[in-house]
C-alpha cells in the first residue's frame, strides 16, 4: 500500500518524484575588485567608460565559460514589458576611490537580488579590463559577501555625489527640474523618505581637487549621452545604507553618493536658494 505522501510525492509512473530544491537566501550580494592599472592610474571622472569596460568584461566571460553572451539577470538586469518599472535590484557597478586621491582603486558589483552560482562564476572568471582608449585595468578579487561586509557606505542620513548625476531623459533640464526628477526616483526606490528636497551643488571637493559635474564622461560605448550633468546633496529621515545611485547610467557608475559629514557642508549651488 503507498501512503499519501508517498503518493503525493510520487511522479505520472508511480515513481517517486525527487524533492524541490531548497531555494536559500542569497549570502553574496556584493563582489568586490581591487583594480591595478597595468598603463597608468583611471580617474574617478572616468567612472563610466570604466564600468561599460567591466560589463563587456563580464560579457566576453560569459562567452568563453558558457558560449553565449546573455549574462545572468542577477548582473544584466530583467527584460521587462512596457510600463514596468525596474526595481533595481540587479547588479550596479560601481568604480570607487576609497582613499579619496581622485583615482579608481576598486571597483564593486552589489546586486540585492544576489548573485546565483552563474554570476559568481563569470565574476570570479574575470581578471582584466580594456578601457575605450585602449589602456588595459588587471581586477584582483578582493572580498565577497554581504553589502555592508564589502564596504558600501553607510547607514547615514547626509549624503553627497561621488560622481555626476545625469537625468534619465535626453532633454536639456535645469537645476531644479533635475531635483525633482532625482527626488521622484528616491521615492520609488526602497530607502528611506527625504527630509527636504535635493541640494544642488556646484562642485565638490575630491581627492584635493575641486570637481565639477561637467568632468565626468558620459557616454556609452554605443555613443549614447544626456546633456546635462549635476551635482547633489541628499538629506533622508532616516539613516540610509549604500550603494546609492540614481539616473542615468547609475548601475554603470554614475548617480553615486556617498556619506558626507554635516558639519563640513560643500558649498551650495546658485539654485540651490531658488
Known amino acids: 500500500m503507498v501512503s499519501i505522501t508517498e503518493a503525493q510525492n510520487s511522479g505520472p509512473s508511480g515513481r517517486t518524484a525527487r524533492p524541490r530544491p531548497v531555494r536559500h537566501a542569497p549570502l553574496v550580494r556584493a563582489w568586490r575588485w ?18 561599460e569596460a567591466v560589463f563587456a568584461a563580464l560579457t566576453d566571460t560569459c562567452w568563453t565559460v558558457s558560449g553565449h553572451r546573455r549574462l545572468p539577470d542577477c548582473i544584466h538586469g530583467p527584460d521587462l514589458q512596457k510600463g514596468h518599472d525596474w526595481k533595481h535590484e540587479h547588479a550596479f557597478i560601481l568604480p ?47 572580498r565577497m559577501g554581504s553589502l555592508d561586509k564589502v564596504g558600501h557606505p553607510g547607514p547615514a542620513r547626509v549624503w553627497i555625489s561621488r560622481t555626476a548625476y545625469d537625468p534619465p531623459n535626453d532633454r536639456p533640464t535645469g537645476g531644479r527640474d533635475a531635483s525633482r526628477q532625482l527626488k521622484y526616483e528616491i521615492g520609488k526606490r526602497e530607502s528611506p523618505k527625504l527630509l527636504s528636497k535635493p541640494m544642488p551643488l556646484a562642485q565638490i571637493q575630491h581627492g584635493g581637487e575641486i570637481h565639477v559635474p561637467e568632468l565626468f564622461h558620459s557616454q556609452t560605448d554605443e555613443g549614447q549621452m544626456r546633456p546635462s550633468k549635476f551635482f547633489f546633496q541628499l538629506e533622508f529621515e532616516q539613516p540610509a545604507s549604500g550603494p546609492l545611485a540614481f539616473g542615468w547610467c547609475c548601475h554603470r557608475g554614475l548617480g553615486q553618493f556617498v556619506p558626507v559629514q554635516q558639519s563640513h557642508p560643500p558649498p551650495p549651488s ?5
Open 270 to 274: 546658485p539654485e540651490a536658494g531658488e
Open 34 to 51: 581591487v583594480v591595478a592599472p597595468r598603463t597608468g592610474p583611471v580617474p574617478l571622472v572616468w567612472a563610466l567608460p570604466v564600468a
Open 96 to 142: 570607487e576611490d576609497a582613499d579619496a586621491d581622485g583615482l579608481i582603486d576598486h571597483i564593486s558589483v552589489a546586486a540585492a537580488m544576489g548573485f546565483d552560482p552563474a554570476a559568481l562564476r563569470l565574476l570570479a572568471s574575470t581578471d582584466r579590463l580594456v578601457l575605450s582608449n585602449g589602456d588595459a585595468v588587471d581586477l584582483i578579487a578582493e
